[in-house]
T-cell receptor
Framework: GENVEQHPSTLSVQEGDSAVIKCTYS??????FPWYKQELGKGPQLIIDIRSNVGEKKDQRIAVTLNKTAKHFSLHITETQPEDSAVYFCAASPSSGSARQLTFGSGTQLTVLP | EAGVTQFPSHSVIEKGQTVTLRCDPISGHDNLYWYRRVMGKEIKFLLHFVKESKQDESGMPNNRFLAERTGGTYSTLKVQPAELEDSGVYFC???????????????FGEGSRLTVL
């Protein structure tokens, strides 16, 4: 089955700096890669996703890149703000319609220091 | 519009006791999922309901776990008897259904933290 590795497990950055979280996956059949943000006391929330026919996707200060050959994808947050502090999870799936087949990474605790 | 709600937010029980977690999905969402995150590890799939039917329960750890969704509305997840390794955060998520494909965003609840002593 699919295995998703996520690094780092914790990340601290100064406000205004960039943060990068990296994930690798094992199943070449995976073609859907969502990222979830879990704020304290809340459930994970989808913040951005990318499909395998695209190498990069951007939404304001967040962007995701995908390298299918190397089987890795990354989340980039620019101009970080304190409200970006949260746990971020990457995930991989062979289909955007299959929540059962979503395999999650172990999470990254991001702390943005003011 | 109310999101996915879960109850209780935190439950502390002793080994051997029973706990029942409840999830109310977003109104109209046919698809309901249970996941679990053991401390510091990945979020893992437990099972999937489509309306009141179990579509996939391959992620359930063992027969001490029982999930129900009577009437296709809210769902319960019962752990009986609870063991130490059952401790973790149990998330419920729901998603709408369109045509012949599951489409749309997966919405998570805040989770129910279970601590087994």
């Amino acid at each position: 089955g699919e295995n998703v590795e996520q690094h780092p497990s914790t990340l601290s950055v100064q406000e205004g700096d960039s943060a990068v979280i990296k994930c690798t996956y094992s199943d070449s059949a995976s073609n859907y890669f969502p990222w979830y943000k879990q704020e304290l006391g809340k459930g994970p929330q989808l913040i951005i996703d990318i499909r395998s026919n695209v190498g990069e996707k951007k939404d304001q200060r967040i962007a995701v890149t995908l390298n299918k050959t190397a089987k890795h994808f990354s989340l980039h947050i620019t101009e970080t703000q304190p409200e970006d502090s949260a746990v971020y999870f990457c995930a991989a799936s062979p289909s955007s319609g299959s929540a059962r087949q979503l395999t999650f990474g172990s999470g990254t605790q991001l702390t943005v220091l003011p | 519009e109310a999101g996915v709600t879960q109850f209780p937010s935190h439950s502390v029980i002793e080994k051997g006791q029973t706990v029942t977690l409840r999830c109310d999905p977003i109104s109209g969402h046919d698809n309901l999922y249970w996941y679990r995150r053991v401390m510091g590890k990945e979020i893992k799939f437990l099972l999937h309901f489509v309306k009141e039917s179990k579509q996939d329960e391959s992620g359930m750890p063992n027969n001490r776990f029982l999930a129900e969704r009577t009437g296709g509305t809210y769902s319960t997840l019962k752990v009986q008897p609870a063991e130490l390794e059952d401790s973790g955060v149990y998330f419920c998520a729901s998603r709408g259904y369109s045509g012949t494909r599951n489409t749309g965003e997966l919405f998570f609840g805040e989770g129910s933290r279970l601590t087994v002593l």
